[in-house]
């Protein structure tokens, strides 16, 4: 079935500093969606890209989707301790009907 | 006040019994899912409803079952048959049952088994 690698798994860094997670899919993937879990909580969505090469900014976040759309990336700029958390990339099932979860990079952050 | 509701947050079974999550929406979305997520394996995929009285089988099926009477809940049976069934679930919606929708996620039950 459809399966997405997500890198790294963990994540820290000092307050200030730049992150960047990344996800990769062997075959073309439709679109992808990325999600952040708060500690005890569940996931929220952030964003969904579906053009080759789509670049998207929120804030600090900007997300891009590869140009062949079977990679994407999150990369946050100068992060903050409210940025905590598990980020989590998803893809679409073979059928269009569900979404396969990477396995998530969760990111602390040092003040 | 809109969303996702499952109860209870904390549950405590022994091992051997059958055990009931509740996920209830009021969103009015047509498609349902529970996922279960252990640490370090992200969220994986147990059973989904597209429109009521129908569902389909996820990933890790085996030694769950659920039923979807009303468009507005999705319970979730965790077996006797489930070898290791202490972990996080979460249930979720979408509108239209397109992957392409946003996926609104309930708080979550954890679930331990002693």
């Known amino acids: 079935g459809q399966q997405v690698m997500q890198i790294p798994q963990y994540q820290h860094v000092q307050e200030g500093e730049d992150f960047t997670t990344y996800c990769n899919s062997s075959?073309?993937?439709?679109?992808i969606q990325w999600y952040k879990q708060r500690p005890g909580g569940h996931p929220v969505f952030l964003i969904q890209?579906?053009?080759?090469?789509e670049v998207k900014k929120q804030k600090r976040l900007t997300f891009q989707f590869g140009e062949a759309k079977k990679n994407s990336s999150l990369h946050i700029t100068a992060t903050q301790t409210t940025d905590v958390g598990t980020y989590f990339c998803?893809?679409?099932?073979?059928?269009?009907?569900?979404?396969?979860f990477g396995k998530g990079t969760t990111l602390s952050v040092s003040s | 006040d809109g969303g996702i509701t499952q109860s209870p947050k904390y549950l405590f079974r022994k091992e051997g019994q059958n055990v009931t999550l509740s996920c209830e929406q009021n969103l009015n979305h047509d498609a349902m899912y529970w996922y279960r997520q252990d640490p370090g394996q992200g969220l994986r995929l147990i059973y989904y409803?597209?429109?009521?009285?129908?569902?389909q089988k996820g990933d890790i099926a085996e030694g769950y079952s659920v039923s979807r009477e009303k468009k507005e809940s999705f319970p979730l049976t965790v077996t006797s048959a489930q070898k290791n069934p202490t972990a996080f679930y979460l249930c979720?919606?979408?509108?239209?049952?397109?992957?392409?929708?946003?996926?609104?996620f309930g708080p979550g039950t954890r679930l331990t088994v002693l």
């Open positions: 409803s597209q429109i009521v009285n129908d569902f």
């Open positions: 890209l579906v053009k080759s090469g």
């Open positions: 075959t073309t993937l439709s679109n």
């Open positions: 979720a919606s979408i509108q239209t049952g397109r992957a392409t929708d946003t996926q609104y």
């Open positions: 998803a893809v679409a099932n073979q059928a269009g009907t569900a979404l396969i």
